[in-house]
């Protein structure tokens, strides 16, 4: 008892202990093995670096790397909006069509497995190694190409998709989306299988006496997904978000990653390369924290307090 | 009478319009794959035969014959195979913890530290690969070990210390997936747990594990299939090259240097191919055992609601 009482810490302050021993491994991880590099890359940002025989040298150069990345380099600023406009619009496709695709394989149909497993299977087959390799291969630019008129949609028609969506007389803007949307099917499917798992883990784990009740007070199927499936998936919808972004913008096969990494030990020089990776990566982060932050807030926990 | 006619009817039509769209968003999905096997049988010519498109008109098994032996795949497979596991295993001990107590445990800081998960997953790896390389070469963990620190560099122990410690490629997201997993879960287990006097590192393994299978499966197959896939982090870290991913792409040309010929860039592009083939296979076995695994979890055990 006395044991007990000499190191007895309010329930609060016990929990505070719990937390830090769980997050432990990663707030030594953070200081051990990424604060250092990382802080040493805002060094290099900022430097002239020179590697000889024996080692290398900085010479603190100030923003000249920017300044160069941003006004110098002629492909730099354009690749850059060219990538951010891509992501504005690749992202919610994504979201819109793993959603959708979750929904559709956590349904019970024959052949529901075979059709999980190959959903899933651009996580395997979209990996570093295969994406390099695939970037450059013969026979999956030919092949591709050869018939790369189902992206295109030959069999609707990409002019009378165009006129029955003017028919209906939606914005235009919106109509541009929805046909450059149709034009990236396929990529769109295959940058889907992460977000696919990480939605179906979701809905699995909403309890099905969730539904029992929804269904016992006469809810509707339509209802059951608005005011259940809905709001219960909707942490992994800020997760997918996330990850979309992330993914989107680090694929060794994004034109201005590849740019990058070209010009690390080309004529601009490394350190011009960094102020590059740095100013993309300040646009990203731009960008990640004002979706996260917005829809955060409509986010719904099971745990609420 | 009508009525249930016309709902069979609807509920028919329903499952042939399912069943079109998961067909060819499928065949989207498998398209790449199936250039791949069709061609890893095919001989030169029949690249070159415009009658040939699905069908090698040649069927050989020669391709996979050179590319495993030049792969050395008998020898790297087990090795790749060994790490890629270990190190997922290793990082999937450091993010469930680390995800844990984000998820369940309110401490000073932890708003400050979970954005700091976020960061290092947003951080392009361009950014920091060469001062971590630098890092890694003269280990000094901030200047504790003496000048000029441990070379850690063509070993094991960067993937260990990233794995442990939940820096490693994509740990971020593991995180941030056991997080929002064990946010959703209910806390009624927990409090059981605790009224039953169990502490919350039992309360962690023997309550909220179980419960969290398919999220477990999740971080376990990503962290694996991203470990065997990666070319940039081990070809940076290891000197050798000797991992399954480095010996796929120099295959073809190993072999072409081995027997003194000059191959075409078509007739390595097949190599390339058949060895992508032979590469992924082990990977799709291993997500096929798995994804039964995660698909069954949560209905049968239950643990949930």
Redesign the interface.
């Known amino acids: 008892m006395s044991t007990k009482r000499r190191f007895r810490l309010s329930l609060?302050g016990r929990?505070?202990?719990?937390?830090?021993?769980?997050?432990l491994?990663?707030?030594?991880?953070?200081?051990?093995?990424?604060l250092?590099?990382?802080l040493?890359?805002v060094i290099?940002s900022l430097s002239k670096l020179e590697l000889g025989s024996t080692g290398?040298s900085l010479t603190f150069t100030g923003l000249s790397n920017y300044h160069n990345a941003l006004f110098v380099n002629a492909d730099f600023p354009r690749l850059l909006l060219e990538t951010a406009g891509s992501m504005f619009g690749g992202v919610p496709l994504i979201l819109v069509f793993s959603f959708f695709?979750a929904i559709?394989l956590n349904?019970r149909?024959k052949g529901r497995?075979v059709?999980?497993?190959?959903?899933?299977?651009?996580?395997?087959?979209g990996?570093?190694?295969?994406l390099?390799?695939?970037s450059a291969?013969?026979?999956?630019l030919?092949?591709?190409e050869?018939?790369v008129d189902?992206d295109e949609m030959t069999f609707v028609g990409r002019d009378q998709l165009l006129g029955l969506l003017m028919y209906m007389k939606l914005p235009e803007q919106l109509l541009t989306y929805i046909v450059v949307g149709a034009l990236r099917?396929?990529d769109i499917?295959?940058s889907s299988g992460?977000q696919i798992?990480?939605f179906l883990?979701?809905l699995?784990?909403i309890?099905?006496?969730?539904y029992e009740v929804a269904k016992i007070e006469g809810a509707t199927g339509w209802e059951c997904f608005w005011m259940v499936t809905f709001p219960?998936l909707s942490?992994?919808i800020?997760?997918n978000i996330?990850?979309s972004i992330?993914d989107f913008?680090?694929t060794?096969t994004n034109p201005l990653?590849v740019f990058?990494?070209e010009n690390?030990f080309g004529s601009a020089g490394?350190g011009v390369?960094?102020a590059m990776?740095?100013i993309?990566?300040a646009v990203?982060?731009v960008f990640?924290l004002l979706t996260a932050g917005l829809i955060s807030r409509k986010v719904v926990?099971?745990?609420e307090r | 009478m009508i009525k249930a006619n016309r709902r069979r009817l609807y509920s028919v039509l329903g499952?042939a319009v399912?069943?079109i769209?998961?067909v060819s968003?499928?065949f989207?999905?498998?398209?790449?794959?199936l250039?791949?096997l069709v061609?890893s049988f095919m001989l030169e010519r029949d690249?070159y035969d415009q009658t040939v498109?699905w069908i090698p008109r040649s069927f050989t098994l020669e391709n996979y014959r050179n590319m495993f032996i030049h792969m050395h795949y008998t020898e790297a497979f087990p090795r790749t195979a060994l790490f890629a596991v270990g190190i997922a295993l290793l990082q999937l001990a450091?993010c469930t913890?680390?995800g844990?107590?984000?998820a369940?445990?309110?401490?000073?800081g932890?708003n400050l530290?979970f954005g700091?998960?976020?960061f290092?997953?947003?951080?392009?790896?361009?950014?920091?690969i060469?001062?971590?390389y630098?890092?890694l070469r003269f280990f000094t963990?901030?200047g504790l070990i003496p000048e000029p620190g441990i070379d850690l560099l063509g070993s094991y122990w960067p993937f260990i210390?990233?794995g442990?410690?939940?820096?490693g490629f994509n740990n971020g997201?593991f995180?941030?997936?056991m997080r929002?997993?064990f946010?959703?879960?209910?806390?009624e287990l927990e409090e059981a747990a605790y009224i039953d006097g169990a502490n919350?590192l039992q309360t962690?393994l023997r309550v909220m594990l179980p419960g969290a299978k398919?999220?477990l499966v999740?971080v376990f197959?990503?962290a694996t299939?991203?470990m065997?896939?990666?070319?940039?982090f081990t070809l940076m870290f290891m000197r050798s090259g000797n991992l399954l991913?480095h010996r796929?792409?120099i295959a073809a040309h190993n072999y072409a240097h081995s027997i003194g010929a000059f191959f075409t860039?078509?007739y390595?592009?097949?190599l390339?191919?058949t060895g992508?083939i032979l590469?992924?296979t082990p990977?799709?076995v291993l997500?096929?055992l798995m994804?039964?695994y995660?698909?069954e979890?949560?209905?049968r055990t239950g643990i949930?609601?």
């Open positions: 609060r929990e505070a202990v719990c937390g830090y021993l769980f997050t491994p990663f707030t030594l991880g953070f200081v051990l093995m990424f250092h590099p990382f040493q890359s290099f290398y695709a559709l349904q149909f497995t059709a999980r497993v190959i959903f899933f299977l651009p996580v395997i087959l990996a570093d190694i295969i390099r390799m695939e291969d013969y026979i999956t030919f092949l591709e050869g018939i189902v099917v396929a499917i295959r992460v798992l990480i883990a979701g699995q784990s309890p099905s006496s969730h219960l942490p992994l800020v997760t996330v990850y992330v913008f680090t060794p990653v990058i990494e690390m490394y390369s960094m990776s740095w993309y990566f990203v982060t990640l926990y099971m745990d | 499952s399912r069943a769209v998961i968003i499928c989207v999905i498998l398209r790449p794959v250039v791949k061609s690249l498109k450091s913890l680390v844990y107590g984000f369940r445990f309110r401490f000073w932890s530290l700091l998960v976020i290092t997953l947003v951080v392009p790896p361009q950014i920091i060469l001062p971590l630098l890092n963990v901030w210390l990233m442990i410690s939940g820096t997201l995180i941030f997936i929002q997993f946010k959703g879960m209910p806390r919350p962690f398919p999220a999740i197959l990503f299939v991203w065997y896939n990666d070319y940039f991913a796929l792409d860039g078509q390595i592009s097949l390339n191919n992508m590469f992924i990977l799709l997500y096929i994804q039964r995660f698909v979890s949560v209905e949930i609601g």
